[in-house]
């Protein structure tokens, strides 16, 4: 081989040295860059699953709010107070058994009632 024909060679080959070079370093971006996508796919589904986790129990929480109201509004037709009278009637109701404890004590004679 001669002189010139290593030197040929030499320059001729570097095209397919710089070509196959940026085919790796496009290929290690590529892997890279694919990983990192792959990840930020993985957080993206685990962020999907915990709120679908998260609608469903809010879903059921209310649902069960939805069913304690309902029973509740029964229990005050039952009892004959509309909702928006239940603060006043709760009034009555304390001041009832506040007399009614009044009254007891009124009952029970004051000498036993001395702390000894």
Do not use: C, W
Not at 3 to 19: G, H
Not at 27 to 44: R, S, Y
Not at 67 to 82: A, I, T
Request: charged share 45%; hydrophobic share 35%.
């Amino acid at each position: 081989m001669t002189i010139i024909s290593f030197f040929y060679r030499k320059v001729r080959a570097r095209p397919v040295v710089r070509r196959f070079a940026t085919d790796r370093l496009s290929k290690d971006l590529e892997d890279g860059t694919m990983k990192q996508v792959e990840q930020q796919l993985a957080k993206m589904k685990e962020a999907i699953e915990k709120g679908k986790d998260m609608r469903y129990r809010a879903e059921a929480k209310l649902e069960e709010l939805e069913n304690q109201r309902k029973r509740l509004l029964e229990d005050l037709e039952e009892l004959g107070v509309k909702p928006e009278d239940l603060e006043g009637e709760i009034a009555r109701l304390e001041r009832e058994i506040e007399k009614g404890l009044q009254e007891t004590m009124d009952l029970i004679p004051k000498e036993l009632l001395r702390d000894e």
